[in-house]
């Protein structure tokens, strides 16, 4: 085994082109060097510069331009396009990005918090941890072609779709994605949608897409039926909580939710029929509500007559 030989004693990892081992790749690294260079004196500490040495450091200066200053005069051509070619084709980090009222308001402070980029990258064990109802309605896995850089996969809500969870198939969507979806199923008033798709095409076939509340904002031209405006839903969403002092009526907890005993879709007539509410919480509105036959699947393909 060969010992570092600049004093450390520790076991020796790499060679340098002088003959010399070393316990890291860079002699800085070596702890009795980075304890050597932490003793040593600044060359300047202590010193006093003369008036006539500042004044002779300020006259050499005179006249000299920026470093970025022309740089047609110092890098060639050739450098020119070689750095113009390797920017080609990347897109800007911000572009297809929505910043929210709540995040510019954060960077305006000065406290930007977790960025849904920076929750990306804890892989899928900070989901589960963080979002239990998300983590317990969306799938997830890391892909198998880039399990090294922790890249997630997702089902397409698009039944029909070959990457769809009913056709055993993945897709990986962007952070922002994943965060939209995350800020429906975990905030109180979230409406449940921003569900995954991995195109437009499939988006916009999918059945569900179009069912989704955040779309009552567009009045004119509808292609489908809308049972009631927010203001509406509102109303009838504190009504609910209010007969029932705010408690879940499955476990007693803390009621954030208003689930329809009545789906929407097959009995519309008693969307905002107050009787027909039933106050619950985040976990009870999906273990309880949202499953089986009142699963959104299974009434998204249920036909009316």
Not at 14 to 31: D, E, L, R, V
């Amino acid at each position: 085994m060969n010992i570092c030989e600049y004093g450390c004693g520790r076991k020796a990892i790499h060679q340098f082109k002088n003959g010399k081992w070393c316990c890291s790749t860079n002699i800085a690294k070596c702890p009795k060097n980075r304890k050597i260079n932490s003793e040593k004196k600044p060359w300047n500490k202590g010193k006093t510069l003369s008036e006539k040495t500042k004044q002779k450091m300020s006259e050499s200066k005179k006249g000299d331009k920026a470093w970025q200053y022309g740089k047609t005069g110092i890098f060639s051509n050739e450098v020119l396009n070689r750095m113009s070619e390797a920017k080609k084709g990347k897109e800007p980090w911000n572009k297809g990005k929505v910043m929210t009222k709540e995040f510019c308001e954060n960077v305006s402070k000065g406290r930007t918090g977790i960025t849904p980029e920076r929750e990306y990258r804890k892989g899928i064990s900070h989901y589960i941890k963080t979002y239990p109802t998300f983590s317990k309605i969306e799938e997830m896995r890391y892909n198998p072609k880039n399990h090294k850089f922790r890249e997630i996969q997702v089902h397409c809500k698009n039944h029909n779709c070959p990457n769809s969870k009913e056709h055993g198939g993945w897709f990986s969507p962007n952070y922002q994605t994943i965060y939209e979806r995350i800020r429906q199923l975990e905030h109180p008033e979230g409406n449940d949608g921003n569900y995954f798709y991995c195109s437009d095409e499939c988006k916009n076939k999918c059945p569900l897409f179009n069912m989704r509340p955040s779309s009552i904002i567009n009045k004119n031209n509808l292609p489908y039926e809308v049972y009631y405006t927010s203001e509406e839903y509102q109303i009838f969403r504190n009504e609910v909580l209010k007969r029932e002092e705010h408690n879940c009526e499955y476990c007693g907890e803390k009621a954030t939710y208003v689930h329809h005993s009545r789906p929407q879709k097959l009995e519309p007539f008693y969307s905002l029929d107050p009787d027909f509410g039933i106050a619950c919480c985040k976990k009870c509105h999906y273990e309880y509500g949202h499953k089986d036959e009142c699963s959104t699947g299974k009434l998204a393909n249920t036909i009316c007559i």
